[in-house]
């Protein structure tokens, strides 16, 4: 069963959105969280300054970096890092887990429920954990090892 996404935010709901997590709503952190919220989608850093910039080429690689981390600092979307490569920025901040498709390059969640883990390693004294992110990577049966 997939995971059930809001409706996408029309431009008035994303700048109370960003209100809400205590983020100045500008023209380019609305433009950026626009597409982050219109699609919900795992979306790459460069995806993302290609499609607001497809719209409008007024944003800069920087800029799009910067609100990335804003958003991440205030909890607003999720990094998914599937290799030192390859990151993801997931506006669904619900707990979940992620198929990582090697031959496409696509990311899909996995519901948290569908997923059972048996235990954790003893942490390290003083220390709580925070999150699990599991990524299941899988590629076509036919396709040799990459």
């Known amino acids: 069963m997939p995971i059930r996404m809001p409706a996408p935010l029309q431009r008035g709901e994303i700048a109370d959105l960003l209100r809400e997590h205590g983020i100045a709503p500008t023209h380019q952190r609305i433009e950026i969280a626009g597409v982050l919220f219109s699609r919900h989608e795992h979306l790459s850093a460069d995806h993302l300054l290609a499609s607001v910039n497809a719209r409008y080429s007024e944003v800069s690689k920087a800029t799009v970096y910067n609100t990335l981390r804003l958003f991440l600092e205030k909890k ?53 954990a925070d999150s699990i992110d599991v990524i299941v990577r899988i590629r076509p049966r036919e396709l040799a090892p990459l």
């Open 76 to 128: 607003l979307i999720r990094e998914v890092i599937v290799d030192p490569s390859r990151v993801f920025y997931d506006p669904n901040t619900a707990p979940h887990h992620h198929f990582y498709n090697m031959a496409s390059g696509e990311l899909t969640d996995i519901r948290d429920d569908n997923l059972q883990l048996a235990g954790l390693p003893a942490l390290p004294e003083g220390m709580m």
